[in-house]
């Protein structure tokens, strides 16, 4: 104890050069702690979970197995660790030999001992006081640093030693509105950063930017709005750029290192409806269109130079505020007897979509739950027809399924490799739709000028929340598990043949991956479980790792069950998860 | 001041239950429902306290709006018609937009009415509630050219840049709508009325439909903009919306009280002379 005292003392003061990095105590894992190599992120140790979805390809799924089908019952609660309380956190941990990290959405970051939940070291990023402090899903480790990415748009970087400050760069101004709500990826040695925020006070749209590690120098940024007098910048109708919005990029890419491409998508048009937003009617010139590129598309970076090989939009003329901005998975499986390279996403309509990475070829789709939007899908092209019934009308009320947050989030899906499958975090619901004048103050504006009434589908019956398996090979249906709770967190399979995930009702669940069949199922924890949960390994015991908050999202969908009482204040903590000591061989 | 005199039985049963119902009630938000969609979210909100000084009308105004000067001056007047003392509160942020559920939490620290909300059915979640409206203003159509005196007088093709989803645009675009094709004006949609103003100043559009009281801002201290002019909406008609204050929902003893107050100083003339003190293109709400 007294020892234990003397170090943290002499730790503070080894900090004093930085006074918001606080080294508390010197701990095994940061004493061992090693960096972060380039050839480490191609090929992750399985114990690490060092970036968004664990891999480049974006599969979000760990090979560890020392839980698996037969013991997962026996899982108990390891550690717990409170985080900030309110605001939305989405949170990734990362753990890289021992250490987890983590983001509060206060922007207190933190490192903690992943075997015992003890802190090493924190360091507190000052918001400015009118930024609202709320959590990124993601961060980025690379050689020592922590890169993260934060509410007023900046990317700093830590070290991850002690949790000091290296650099700090300010990308673009909050002020306007940008800001970030996921991290980077580091893709050959490049920091990728896509922007949010991108509505009525940012004509032009948002950007992805590029990095140097070394100092946060911006290398590159690609608009996500098309401009200029090409096909891609003539497709707004002939709107002037000060007339486009929307497009923000808010979630991480994933990378190809044989490509060297960054693979990342782009939200919808801002406001929603196209009508207001000057797409249509569409203009009588000939060399105009009116698909608003790159909105709802899947992009295709030279992480190195910043080039745009290739696009896809998945969605032209959107008019529902129904992203196709989410994960994209790299999978490479054989279509009609022939192995392709796969970039595989799903759009809050919930239909999966492939395309041929290295060219964008469409290749093949496949609808999950109930929509009304999408009528037919070209099976050779993907152009989709969309129901003209569900496009809102000034002065009527539409119907659309799913309403606005999707009917698949920002909980991102996982690939088995184990399974070939898919594995869909999904809620099931519809909207009244009522195009508004929502411009109440000249500052102070409604949000995307239509009002979402939500609704449940008319053939429900009366569970919203459900996880699907797919299986890739064939795009058949493995299972599907239905509840009355939304599920609310990403999934994460595991080569234990389970896939874990959680739900608003606060619990976190086990299932058989190949049947569907729930083996394990958590107390009832502190709150809302919406994150990304992760699993690790740390002193040769398995762990599985899951952040409690109430983040928005499809956590939305409380207004459809308001019988699922949340605490007040939303208190938010990270909650880990292993087997006794003598099951895992400890 | 018949009118109101009228108040000043009323105004002590307002201090005695409406203040505390106020600050009592609103936490109340907080302690039995986390946040979801329609409750804004304010960071540290179990920490705002109980405020004391009940003889204070706290109001908010917020210098990014086009009218924060007559606002101060309209609110300095309700704050005396109920014997309360004026204490404002000027938001200081910087941001270009906000979300509306923004005005949650500087409401909960700050202030029992914030400035300056236009009345739109529908237009507000169920924790907020308008006062009647103190003013009625105009979204007007506006250009530098001299030789255009309404709207029926510009030629089809050209453009019109109109501040994005207000009530006029919504109506603009749906005028449109219903004309052949040959016969509509380009209509660009410009986030800010701001930017609507200098896309008319650089040539990008040449008619700008714009709130009134924020070309009244742009022209009062901006010498560049003091040529435009604003012309006959025909074949439109005029889009008019009141202007009132915004108040926490629970507050309905002192909502109660400030719409009667704004109705006194209606009539009474005192609104009117404060609009005319600042030549503010705005008319007293009937």
New interface residues.
Partial sequence: MFSGKILALLAVAASSCSLLAVQVAAQDPIDSISPVTKEMLLNPPDSDWLMWRRTYDGWGYSPLDQINKENVGQLQLAWSWGMSPGGRSQETPLVHDGVMFLQNSTHLIQALNAATGDLIWEYQYELPDDVNPNGERSKAIYEDKLIVATRDAHLIALDINTGQLVWDKQVANYEQGFAFSSGPIVANGVIIQGTTGCSNAQPGGCFFTGHDVETGAELWRVHTIARGDTPEGNSWNGLPVESRYGASAWITGSYDPEQNLVFAGVGQIYPWNAEIAGLTPPSSDPDVTNEALYTNSTLAIDPNTGELKWYYQHLPTDSLDLDYVYERLLIDLPVDGEMRQQVVTTGKIGIIESLDRTSGEWLWSKETGPQNVVLSIDPETGEKEINPDVIPVIGETTFNCPADPGAKAWQATAYSPRTKALYLPMVEFCSNTTVNPLDPGEIYTGGGLQTYSRVPHPDSDGNIGQVRAINLEDQSEMWEYRQYAPVTSSTLPTGGGLVFVGTLDRHFLAFDDETGDILWRSGKLTNSLESFPISYEADGKQYVAIVANWASGLGRLQSLTPDVVLPANNPAAVFVFALPDQMAGN | MPAILKFLCRIALVLVFAVPAAVTVAPAY?????????VP?A????NIGRRLDQSQLRYCI?P???DWEVAGAIADAVAGALLLEPQRYEV?????????T??YGIMLEHCDLHM???L?P???GNWAALTRAYYEAQYVFVTADPDIGSLAELAPARPI?A?????A??RL??YL?ALP?EE?W????????E?ALE?LLNG?IDVALV?A??LWAKQRTTPAYADFHVIDPAPLPPTTLGVGA?MLADETFLRTAVDEAIAALSQDGTIADILETYKFPASVSP
């Fill in positions: 907080a302690q039995a429902e986390p946040e979801f969609y329609d979210y960071p540290g909100q179990w917020d990014r709006q086009p200081e942020r910087a941001f270009v937009l906000e979300n509306i923004q005005v300056g909300f236009k739109i529908e237009g507000y840049g501040t994005v989803g207000t009530s645009h919504i675009v749906s709508g094709r509509r380009p209509t660009y949609p410009m986030g800010t009325n930017l896309s990008t709130w009281p924020s915004l």
